[in-house]
């Protein structure tokens, strides 16, 4: 792992929102939309869909697109 992946994995990580993201997901225990996160999380869905994205980018998370439906 380079310098600036490191850098750029623990600013990730270290965002309150993307914490709270986290915990919902590992509370749920399966691969959950990110509509389901939202309203799990009380987040506004285009406020989680950018946080996940940020997540996906790092590595934290796997994304799939199945139609309209990101996972």
């Known amino acids: 792992m380079d310098r600036q992946l490191d ?3 623990f600013k990730a990580l270290g965002d309150p929102t993307r914490a709270r993201l ?4 590992l509370k749920c225990g399966r691969p959950c939309s990110v509509t389901e996160v939202a309203e799990c999380c ?6 989680v869909a950018r946080h996940l994205g940020l997540l ?3 590595g934290v998370l796997d ?6 439906t990101v996972w």
């Open 42 to 47: 009380a987040v506004d869905f285009s406020v």
């Open 56 to 58: 996906a980018r790092v």
């Open 63 to 68: 994304s799939e697109k199945k139609g309209r």
């Open 22 to 25: 986290l915990a919902c997901l």
């Open 7 to 9: 850098t750029d994995l």
